[in-house]
């Protein structure tokens, strides 16, 4: 959805999209440095005891989390940062940049539609599914905390509502 956004040039000039750092393989497609930040187990683990992370957690077997060097890497480039977070992870990086941080929850149109998107995928087994989606309907409860809500019915049409919130958001 993020990579959506940043085809916009306004995007690209004013924000800088964050990387998660995980310990799950790459799924099909996906590329190190582009779509994660994919790091061995010892690897996440050591950044975490250096206190490299904003925030971090397991989820569903694997580490995620928020490398505190991008956010330095944000800042020397004059660009606000752009993640894109669980629940969890926003209402902690939310403690700490308080004023700044602008939530933004974006789910699909229905649960139907997000089990035959993660399906679709073909990454992950039945067990896996049933966990993801169990997490989705706990998650979508705190949607009304954040700012923004939006519905990925369509990517592009997504990416655009996601470009305009953005713009109103950094025009004051």
Known sequence: MLKEAFKFPEIER?????????TRSPRPGEKDGRDYLFLSRPEFL??????G?????NFLGNFYGTPKSFFQQAD???????LCIDVDGAF?????????????FIEPPSERILFARLLSRRTEGASILKKRLRIAKKEVKYAEKYRYRLVNKNLKRAGEELRRILLK????
């Open 14 to 22: 004013n924000f800088l999209r964050i990387l998660t750092a995980t």
């Open 76 to 82: 020397e480039q004059e660009k606000f940062p752009l």
């Open 169 to 172: 958001e950094i025009a004051g």
């Open 46 to 51: 050591s950044l975490k005891k250096r206190g």
């Open 53 to 57: 992370f904003l925030e971090a957690k």
């Open 92 to 104: 902690n990086i939310k403690k700490i940049y308080r004023r700044k941080t602008v939530l933004i």
